[in-house]
């Protein structure tokens, strides 16, 4: 079984700041890793992939992710935010063997103002 | 093009009713998906289909019954409707392992 902690609840950040959303998992067998956003009453888009290669990933929008295995880790990081970044973005994980399905943190509302 | 559709994108209904909503993909993805995301916006795994056969079913209840009628296709049946099953239901559909899941915009549903 997998799970998935995003250790802030909310990041509230002015615009052109820099800002980390924090994603740490727990899992038995090796996973894949992804950062969805959901803008209001929107589904989910995806940011952001780890498979496999290289441990930093580049994503939509000019967001980046660093998966650190000792840590079972997988942060996102944006140099300079904007207002229309604000949204909640959720980190997850599927499992390489099996069934796909993606297991969820509960959600970081990044919270972007003036 | 709506790459993962579903209708109705709004539902409000009274406890007890039967409900049903329908999801779509144009992707030619094998595997689709229906997740609940909760009022506190948690996104949990309901069922997953891969090509038309059923492969999770997550102690969802009984009243929660799924069909695909084809692998384009993934609806979502609800019987006697409660109170708890207020959420925003999404579709999602992918393509082999390791590729991200699409998803809906969400069906909102909303119990009287």
């Known amino acids: 079984a997998q799970s998935v902690t995003q250790l802030d609840s909310q990041v509230p950040v002015f615009e052109e700041a820099p800002v980390e959303l924090r994603c740490n998992y727990s899992?038995?067998?090796?996973?894949?890793l992804f950062w969805y956003v959901q803008y209001p009453n929107q589904g989910l888009q995806l940011l952001l992939k780890?498979?496999?290669?290289?441990?930093l990933v580049k994503g939509i929008n000019g967001f980046e992710a660093e998966f650190n295995k000792s840590q079972t880790s997988f942060h996102l990081r944006k140099p300079s935010v904007h207002i229309s970044d604000t949204a909640e973005y959720f980190c997850?994980?599927?499992?390489?063997?099996?069934?796909?399905?993606?297991?969820f943190g509960k959600g970081t509302m990044l919270l972007v103002s003036p | 093009d709506t790459a993962v559709s579903q209708t109705p994108k709004y539902l409000v209904t009274q406890m007890g009713n039967d409900k049903s909503i329908k999801c779509e993909q144009n992707?030619?993805?094998?595997?689709m998906y229906w997740y609940k995301q909760d009022s506190k916006k948690f996104l949990k795994i309901m069922f997953s289909?891969?090509?038309?056969?059923?492969?999770i079913n997550e102690t969802v209840p009984n009243r929660f019954s799924p069909k695909s009628p084809d692998k384009a296709h993934l609806n979502l049946h609800i019987n006697s409707l409660e109170l708890g099953d207020s959420a925003v239901y999404f579709c999602?559909?992918?393509?082999?392992?390791?590729?991200?899941?699409?998803f809906g915009d969400g069906t909102r549903l909303s119990i009287l």
């Open positions: 999602a559909s992918s393509q082999g392992k390791g590729s991200p899941q699409h």
């Open positions: 899992s038995s067998v090796s996973v894949y």
């Open positions: 780890y498979l496999s290669g290289s441990t």
């Open positions: 997850a994980v599927s499992p390489r063997a099996g069934y796909s399905t993606l297991t």
């Open positions: 992707l030619g993805h094998d595997t």
């Open positions: 289909y891969n090509n038309k056969e059923l492969i």
